[in-house]
């Protein structure tokens, strides 16, 4: 079991910056993928970014360039620095860890909005 929290979320001007954490409890973090999904009103949950237990990262293309994932496995914290934001990154953002993918835990979204 995984318990994971967001936060960092808020209100941001085109253009600007946010980081979100995700921290994990419950488990060994360091075994688990981390990645960030969202959840924009009336679309279906994207995926965002990755970071593997090896340290890979992957992005989709609408935030590659302009998101970072990282990950700390000592604060058992994954983050997601995202920059040169724009309105259409508004959205709900979920943190999710997994070992299976197709088993994977996740946390209760924090709110991003990107004002124009």
């Known amino acids: 079991q995984v318990q994971l929290v967001e936060s960092g979320g808020g209100l941001v001007q085109a253009g600007g910056s946010l980081r979100l954490s995700c921290a994990a409890s419950g488990s060994i973090f360091s075994r688990y993928t981390m990645g960030w999904y969202r959840r924009a009103p009336g679309k279906q949950r994207e995926w965002v970014a990755t970071a593997t237990s090896g340290g890979s990262t992957n992005y989709a293309d609408s935030v590659k360039g302009r998101f970072t994932i990282s990950r700390d496995n000592a604060k058992n914290t994954v983050y997601l620095q995202m920059n040169s934001l724009k309105p259409e990154d508004t959205a709900v953002y979920y943190c999710?860890?997994?070992?299976?993918?197709?088993?994977?835990?996740w946390g209760q979204g924090t709110q991003v909005t990107v004002s124009s």
């Open positions: 999710a860890a997994w070992v299976v993918v197709a088993s994977k835990y």
